[in-house]
């Protein structure tokens, strides 16, 4: 059995994951406003090359109740805490990119 330290550093790394996974879906959810059944496969896809490292990296690829609920409580927290300051600045990129070029 792996010593507390070790489970805890996984933990971390997790919550840190969840993180990364709720502005990853912020992303694709900018680059596909339009088309949103592409943005929500890519994002699947994406999850998996993120996630999967992880769990290999922090846990040798065992699947643990605790490590799934970091992952939650990382993404709940950046939804609360990050999520309304990123949406403000991608809104100020989209305005700025459709004055300069119509790109959206």
Request: aromatic share 20%.
């Amino acid at each position: 059995m792996e010593g507390i330290g070790w489970q805890i550093n996984a933990l971390m790394f997790l919550f840190l994951t969840g993180l990364g996974w709720g502005l990853l879906y912020d992303g694709c959810l900018f680059f596909f406003t339009r088309r949103r059944q592409m943005g929500d496969f890519l994002f699947w896809v994406l999850s998996v090359f993120l996630i999967f490292p992880v769990l290999l990296f922090t846990t040798g690829g065992e699947l643990r109740v605790s490590l799934g609920v970091g992952l939650v409580v990382g993404v709940a927290c950046y939804r609360w805490v990050f999520h309304p300051t990123i949406q403000l600045y991608l809104k100020l990129l989209r305005r700025k990119l459709r004055r300069r070029r119509g790109f959206f």
